[in-house]
């Protein structure tokens, strides 16, 4: 099996990050917590180092002597390391990587607190068994990395029934594949690229930050235009309003002219029908005064 330090030598040192360059970037302090997660950074423990030297610039979230326990219900004493986004168990005196997992591949935690065990489930390979008195921890960092990686809470089962002994096969299926299981080897994430995600989100932030501006401006421009409809349609009732009253004096000239128009008839008839009178009336009287004479 391959020696995780010599397994990441290169893919570590993808992004490379020297102390003055960290130092330069954070005004000279190190970095303690992982802002995607606001999970703590580790060191590798002093007497480690010799197995594990090439993980000093890995993002790391926990690291742990512990016993995992295997298909027979043996504990094996085992080194836990989780990253962002891998859980590795090792060999405690080579450093050899036993079982490397995909956090984005576990689909449950089952706990029992009392006795300090917490089962991985890993459908797409086969689960995982440990105990350690820092099952609260290592369900934390889980919990929070799963939901970084995926936007998916990690569910927690109730494994009180969930013993060393045969009763963890009912919560459990810890046997490898017989056949198609390859162990695969998920590469550590470098800190520096921390800077890399902030740079990011530094630059999301300022693209979030026009788009809610220009969000802003066109609410005020919407408000703008909803005023100057309202103005419009006060405008248009107002018009309308008149073009009502001009309407219905119209009709009152109207009916005033035609009134008018009646008159003027009712009046020249009357006035011809007087001339006629009198005409009439002038022609008896020449003929009265003839026939006195």
């Known amino acids: 099996r391959d020696n ?53 610039d890995g993002v790391i979230h926990h690291f742990e002597e512990l016993q995992k326990i295997n298909k027979n219900g043996k504990a094996q004493p085992r ?16 450093g050899a ?30 689960d995982c068994f440990l105990q350690t008195p820092s099952v609260d921890k290592i369900s934390e960092i889980l919990q929070k990395t799963k939901e970084f990686l995926s936007g998916e809470e990690l569910p927690e089962q109730n494994g009180e029934g969930m013993l060393t002994g045969k009763h963890f096969k009912d919560f459990l299926k810890i046997n490898r594949p017989a056949e198609g299981y390859k162990l695969q080897y998920q590469p550590i994430s470098a800190v520096g690229e921390i800077d890399q995600w902030q740079e990011q989100k530094d630059e999301l932030d300022k693209r979030d930050e026009k788009i809610a501006n220009l969000d802003n401006s066109l609410q005020e421009a919407e408000s703008a235009l909803e005023k100057v409809k309202g103005e419009r349609d006060e405008l248009q009732e107002g018009f309308d309003r008149i073009q009502k009253e001009l309407d219905e004096l119209k009709r009152a000239d109207d009916e005033l002219q035609h009134k008018y128009d009646e008159m003027d008839t009712f009046t020249t008839k009357r006035i011809d029908e007087l001339a006629t009178a009198k005409a009439q009336l002038s022609e008896d009287l020449q003929a009265n005064q003839i026939a006195l004479k």
């Open 4 to 56: 995780i330090t010599t397994m990441f030598k290169q893919k570590l040192t993808s992004v490379p990050l020297t102390d003055k360059a960290w130092a330069t970037k954070h005004e000279g302090k190190p970095l303690e917590t992982d802002p995607r997660t606001g999970l703590p950074l580790i060191n590798i423990p002093s007497k480690h180092k010799k197995n594990f030297s090439n993980l000093d």
């Open 79 to 94: 080194i836990c390391i989780i990253t962002n986004n891998v859980v590795y168990v090792c060999d405690p005196k080579t």
């Open 97 to 126: 990587v036993r079982r490397c997992i995909a956090i984005k591949d576990i689909k449950e935690t089952i706990v029992n607190r009392k006795a300090n065990l917490i089962g991985l489930k890993v459908p797409s390979e086969y």
